[in-house]
């Protein structure tokens, strides 16, 4: 009919041909989209099984590591702890005994305008045990406590791994971990901080140096390690003829060095070191263990310019529990820590304080009767209104240490 429009006469050549680009297009790019596709697929799943290659490495690293490879395990949380708690208890029971010694804090001058007034000299006490796994990295449990860059008390205890390599033929090797542990400080109230550190070290089977870098406080902090191959014996009762049997209390008198730092280098106020004296007595006690009540006594001349000289004493008496590690039948080392009662007094004035104490040293049983121990003791006290010119409110931060010789009658 003329006028209508019907769908039937539409040109359906001169449709299919708009068409044909479009048509052309798709089955050009197409198969680049799809391979594309694919690639990207093949590259997000290779990250990941990177990713989770990373993170299965990061695991055996942990004393989970110890007991069952990542890989081998199903991955839940319940068998991670499982072979965390058997990967610790290897550790424990057949680990070397680690003797360890904290060195040194270095306070990096471009960092520290006021490095000098900061405790560089981390005195105190560790104890660790370690194995060597079969890929020769170590993994050990450590317990250290110390003294801190403001002069108080800090303890830490944790978890270390650190992959060794050799250094050429000469008996030694450098390595590079991590710890990770737990510390608390007084200038943080108290509170348990979590400590992730990365550790380098360089040393022997034996004895070996660490370096740690603290990002909180932008310090390095360095510590010295002796290992004792004693998983074995120590598991064996001493025997009645042991001189820690025989005659387990030591009644003994001590005489050598004492430090004290009155935490302000640059300050006109100046403490000298001197000699101090004491005396103690010991009992042993189980397999492994000591208890030292102690008396120590000195005198410290104290210059402050713009007043008169003086002289400062300072007793104390402290009461420590320390473990023993075997070295030989007769030689122990010792490491622990207890409180102390501290008395400092000038003619300024006199102070009373309550404090931590730390211990660690050896002792050889020369004869049955007669024991040598050398030792250092540190007391971390705080004294007020014992120096002359300066205010009330002014605190000696002396942490007392000492370190000295003794002979004793054992009985």
């Known amino acids: 009919m003329m006028g209508q429009f019907d769908a039937s006469d539409r040109p359906l050549g001169r449709e299919v041909r708009a068409h044909q680009p479009f048509v052309k297009m798709n089955r050009t790019k197409l198969p680049l989209l799809a391979a594309s596709g694919a690639a990207l697929l093949f590259a997000g799943c290779a990250q990941a099984s990177a990713l ?29 702890w499982s072979d965390t708690k058997e990967g610790a208890r290897y550790i424990m029971e057949n680990g070397s005994d680690l003797w360890v010694v904290p060195t040194f804090t270095n306070h990096p001058a471009w960092n520290w305008d006021n490095r000098s007034e900061e405790n560089a000299y981390p005195f105190g006490m560790g104890l660790a045990r370690q194995v060597i796994d079969d890929r020769g990295n170590e993994r050990m449990f450590f317990l250290v406590s110390f003294v801190d860059s403001n002069y ?16 050429g033929n000469t008996g030694l090797h450098w390595g590079a971990g991590y710890l990770a542990g737990i510390t608390m400080r007084g200038d943080y109230m108290w509170l348990p901080c979590p400590l992730p550190l990365p550790v380098v070290k360089v040393g022997t089977d034996t004895v070996s140096f660490y370096t740690t870098y ?16 004693n998983a074995g014996s120590r598991k064996m009762p001493l025997s009645a003829e042991s001189p820690w049997v025989k005659t387990p209390n030591l009644l003994y008198g001590s005489w050598g ?3 004290v730092d009155n935490g302000e280098e640059e300050s006109p106020n100046t403490v000298k070191n001197d000699s101090v004296w ?56 010792f490491a622990g820590g207890g409180f102390g009662v501290s008395h ?36 971390i006290s705080r004294f007020k209104g014992v120096v002359d010119g300066r205010d009330n409110d002014y605190v000696l931060k002396g942490m007392p240490t000492e370190f000295t010789l003794s002979v004793g009658l054992a009985f």
């Open 152 to 167: 108080r008390v800090e303890p830490m205890v944790g978890y270390s791994w650190v992959a060794r390599w050799p250094i």
């Open 257 to 259: 060095w004492r430090y």
């Open 52 to 80: 989770s290659d990373a993170l299965e490495a990061v695991i055996d690293t942990t004393p989970a590591g110890l007991a069952k490879s990542a890989a081998s395990r199903p991955g839940d949380w319940a068998s991670f």
């Open 344 to 379: 400092a007094e000038s003619d300024a004035g006199s102070d009373w304080d309550v404090h931590p104490a730390l211990t660690m040293g050896f002792t050889w049983a020369a004869t049955d009767l007669i024991h040598i121990t050398g030792s250092m003791d540190t007391n």
């Open 278 to 333: 004491g005396v103690g007595l010991r009992h042993y006690s189980g397999r492994s263990w000591q208890t030292d009540l102690r008396y120590k006594k000195g005198s410290h001349d104290v210059k402050v310019p713009g007043s008169r000289d003086m002289s400062l004493d300072i007793e104390t008496y402290s009461l420590t529990i320390a473990y023993n590690i075997d070295v030989a039948q007769t030689f122990r080392l």
């Open 214 to 229: 603290i990002p909180f406080t932008n310090v390095f902090f360095m510590y010295t390690s002796i290992a004792i191959d």
